[in-house]
Nanobody
């Protein structure tokens, strides 16, 4: 069974950058789609980005397009989320997740393994 552990969160000023990492262990994720989701204070969980098994096809929610970049390293069993030009509204717990859909997916119910999340706080 795959386990996912996120890291890289923290406190950053508006306009700053953070790089989140998601380490998979227990099994390879090289054939799985991967995604990042976030849940802000008092908000529902929302889709952020997804990537296909090969790292070729990506998808982003509109609010992060042009600022966030998802990537993966199947040799290292890792997934990343580079976040630039951060805004206070990006403040949330960010979680990575695995879906059996190799193309990735924006729907959270398609994911069957979740990490515990990492806190990102953006100050104004």
């Amino acid at each position: 069974q795959v386990q996912l552990v996120e890291s890289g969160g923290g406190l950053v000023q508006a306009g700053g950058s953070l790089r989140l990492s998601c380490a998979a262990s227990g099994s390879s994720i090289r054939t799985d789609g991967m995604g990042w989701f976030r849940q802000g204070p008092g908000k529902e969980r929302e889709f952020v980005s997804t990537i296909d098994w090969a790292g070729i096809m990506t998808q982003y929610t509109d609010s992060v397009k042009g600022r966030f970049t998802i990537s993966r390293d199947n040799v290292k069993n890792m997934v990343y989320l580079q976040m630039n030009s951060l805004k206070p509204e990006d403040t949330a717990v960010y979680s990575c997740a695995k879906t059996p859909n190799p193309r990735g997916d924006s729907r959270d119910y398609m994911y069957n393994v979740w990490g515990q999340g990492t806190q990102v706080t953006v100050s104004s």
